[in-house]
Every structure is written in C-alpha cells, then in structure tokens.
C-alpha cells in the first residue's frame, strides 16, 4: 500500500470536535478552538503526505509485498501521528495570561 493510500485513510478519518456535544468536563473556548486547530493540523499533514518521501532505501519488494521505500516514507508520516500522540499524553497545558500552550518535560 503505498503511502498516499495510507494518507487519504487518515484524512477521510479525521474528526472535527461539535460544540454542542454535552460534558461535564468545563472546557474553555480556547481548548475547544484547540481541538479544531488539531484537526485542522492533521489534515494539512495527511494532504502533504509527499513531504514524507524522503526514504533513501532502495526500492526492493518486501517479504509482505510492500516496496522497501514505500514502508520507510509510511513510517516517517506515522512516527510524526506518534509523536503528535505523545506530547498529547505526557504535555500538560498551561495557560499564560490568556495564551495557552501544551508544555512537555
């Protein structure tokens, strides 16, 4: 599967947040504004998805059919969703006066 395929996967799945989803959470504007930005920053990486070919392998069949170049540029656009994923988990958030930031140790 080639890593335009894989990307149109994630874009056809990202989710925008709805305002009038009821919680009891008390979640301020800009944490809201924040998780449209966070769709918003996924699409643009997911239809970008030609910036993360930058394999240098040779193209060679693997033993599972997928090309050796193909499954390097895949993991370079999935390692960036990890990395987005783990500052999600470990990053605190932090407020500023009214600017907020996701701080990580």
């Not at 009038?20 to 643009?44: D, P, Q, Y």
């Amino acid at each position: 599967m080639s890593i335009e395929n894989q990307a149109v996967f994630y874009l056809r799945n990202v989710c925008d947040y709805d305002h009038n989803i009821k919680s009891e959470a008390l979640l301020t504007e800009s944490v809201t504004n924040g998780f449209s930005e966070f769709s918003s920053l996924l699409r643009t990486i997911y239809q970008d998805w030609r910036s993360y070919e930058t394999s240098t392998v040779p193209s060679e069949r693997t033993k599972i059919g997928i090309m050796t170049d193909d499954l390097e540029n895949y993991h370079n656009l999935t390692y960036t969703l990890d990395f987005l994923f783990a500052v999600a988990v470990a990053g605190e958030l932090i407020a500023e006066g009214e600017t907020p930031y996701i701080s990580v140790n």
